[in-house]
């Protein structure tokens, strides 16, 4: 059912209902400057707040627009989508809750209010998921500090925005590229319900999005091997007796479960296959004969257990036997935890009970209460086995697995081919958005002819990651450019020999190798200062690549105008 939005006018209290047009949105232009979303007005010294559900989406392109009052707060549960602009505002003692699948997008938004933005989901309800709020270009990013109740799968997308990390001291998050805080709005905080949370960052498009770190997980109808026999995940209690096994010897235990949680996901398509939330289903027989029996379906960052060790299931897609099952945008996904982290066997392959690495609220409470407190766990310390992510291990562990598809019956796909190439498609681009391409390549040098007064360049070129283009048995999931030596820049005067990318601390978009003392890799779009060189000259600017490519060709088409822009 698509809702419709009532609004009560601040000054007169006169009221008005919107209803969505044909195509279901309700578009709320300046004519409304100073409406109010529900907020009741006073009478008689007595407020009234009331809520709405929007379903549909609704556009709001005016001033003075907001979610309650003052005097009188309100409740906006979004559903479907809201876009505020301008100076709208969600006013004191007001809150928009972004419910699954929801999309709020606030674009302009700069006034300082206290009004709440909640996910859905949180400790205390049940879990959501799959929520968005999108901050675009331009926009403060402080408004985050007012957005609580996230968990895994919901997004915070800050747009025109490139970062692949952050820091957090003191309550404060700080937004980085390549370990270099990004200047300007890039701070910010959360509720202390939220404080703390970690996050996943990626840039694709030009935005940046913000993911809670994912969980590692069972899809419904995985069948757990109990002391009374194989059972759903989804059916497990607190107390049931599970099966374990000796990570070094294989001897069989039973344990009780301890916990017992369930929550919900959604994709989000447009990011890499591993980050998007897209679950990893492993075929049967994939492994060995009749191991798993049947197809089992896991989050990518679940863990199976190989030869004493846990590995993602991440590093062993191959694309034909154990691939992201694309079908599946929307599904429930639980676990279970035993007193200790444990191998447990799912659909007969050897796997991972819950090890809860400050992650538990993203779930809902299943089966019999439990009271659970205590230091979140590490995988160094309390893990029932290694972790290992080591490529020399994991690598002739997915060729085996990957050679093992001609005797898999049911459900082997072909795997995509991927599209490389080795041009890096090298340029810069200077301050004022000016390209400029090479006028020299010999060999590993580049040189580039720059104008007077130009006063740090960008350093632009295709980027991929090794993970996609080397194999996912490779645990490097950063954007990899060109990596830079020497750089010179001469004029008719003098030759200048340009360090700033090999400093320890480097400018936005190198990567911080200290391996590599003598060059230093881009992400794609590395900051170059040039210290005041191409003052009242032009110059000759020199760069003596020394590694760069193979990079992913379809990778290109969507971030290639931003970077060169």
Request: negative net charge.
């Amino acid at each position: 059912m698509v809702a419709s939005v009532h609004l009560i006018n601040n000054d007169s209290g006169d009221e008005i209902l919107l209803k969505p047009n044909s195509d279901g949105i309700i578009e709320i232009t300046s004519d409304y400057n100073g409406w109010t979303i529900d907020g009741a007005t006073a009478n008689g010294g007595a407020t009234t707040g009331v809520s709405v559900v929007v379903d549909a989406g609704v556009s709001v392109d005016a001033d003075g627009w907001r979610i309650g009052t003052s005097t009188s707060s309100s409740t906006v549960t979004v559903n479907g989508s809201l876009t505020l602009r301008n100076s709208d505002i969600i006013a004191d003692g007001s809150k928009t809750i972004v419910g699954d699948g929801g999309t709020l997008i606030l674009g302009g938004y700069a006034t300082t209010t206290s009004g709440l933005i909640e996910f859905s989901g949180s400790a205390n309800t049940p879990a959501g998921g799959g929520g968005t709020i999108e901050i675009a270009a331009g926009t403060t990013p402080s408004i985050i500090g007012f957005i609580t109740n996230i968990t895994e799968n919901d997004t915070i997308i800050i747009d025109g925005m490139t970062a692949d990390g952050y820091t957090y001291v003191d309550g404060v998050y700080t937004l980085t590229s390549n370990g270099t805080a990004i200047n300007g709005t890039s701070s910010f905080q959360l509720p202390a319900a939220n404080e703390g949370t970690t996050f996943t960052v990626t840039t694709v498009g030009g935005k940046t999005y913000l993911n809670a770190d994912v969980v590692v997980c069972f899809l419904a109808g995985s069948m757990i091997r109990t002391a009374d026999g194989e059972v759903a995940v989804e059916d497990l209690q607190i107390g049931d007796q599970v099966v374990t096994f000796d990570s070094e010897t294989g001897v069989e235990s039973v344990r009780p479960v301890v916990w017992a949680g369930k929550a919900s996901a959604t994709a989000h398509v447009g990011l890499p296959d591993d980050q998007a939330g897209y679950p990893v289903r492993i075929l049967k027989d994939a492994v060995a004969e009749g191991v798993p029996y049947k197809d089992l379906l896991v989050t990518s960052e679940h863990c199976m257990f190989f030869d004493g060790k846990f590995v993602p299931v991440r590093m062993l897609v191959n694309g034909s036997s154990i691939f992201y099952d694309k079908s599946i945008v929307a599904y429930d996904y639980y676990h279970i935890e035993t007193a200790e982290h444990a191998v447990i066997s799912a659909n007969g392959m050897l796997t991972e009970s819950y090890l809860d690495t400050g992650n538990r609220r993203s779930f809902r409470q299943e089966g019999k209460v439990a009271s659970i407190g205590g230091r979140a766990k590490t995988w160094a310390a309390d893990a029932g086995a290694e972790l290992c992510v080591d490529r020399a291990f994991v690598e002739p562990l997915f060729r085996k697995l990957e050679a093992r598809k001609s005797s898999v019956a049911e459900g082997l796909r072909h795997a995509d081919v991927v599209e490389l190439t080795n041009d890096a498609d090298l340029h810069l681009v200077t301050e004022t958005g000016a390209v400029v391409r090479p006028v020299r390549h010999e060999g590993q040098r580049y040189s580039f002819m720059l104008p007077a007064n130009v006063s740090s360049v960008r350093i632009v070129s295709r980027a991929s990651r090794p993970s996609d283009v080397i194999g996912p048995f490779v645990d490097d999931r950063r954007q990899m450019g060109v990596a830079v030596g020497d750089i010179t820049f001469v004029t008719a005067a003098r030759q200048e020999n340009i360090v700033v990318h090999l400093a320890e601390t480097k400018p936005e978009g190198w990567h911080a190798d200290a391996s590599q003392a003598e060059a230093a890799w881009t992400a794609g779009n590395a900051v170059l200062p040039l210290s005041g060189l191409t003052d009242g000259n032009m110059g000759l600017l020199s760069l003596n690549v020394v590694a760069a490519g193979p990079y992913v060709v379809e990778a290109q088409k969507e971030d290639v105008q931003v970077l060169s822009a």
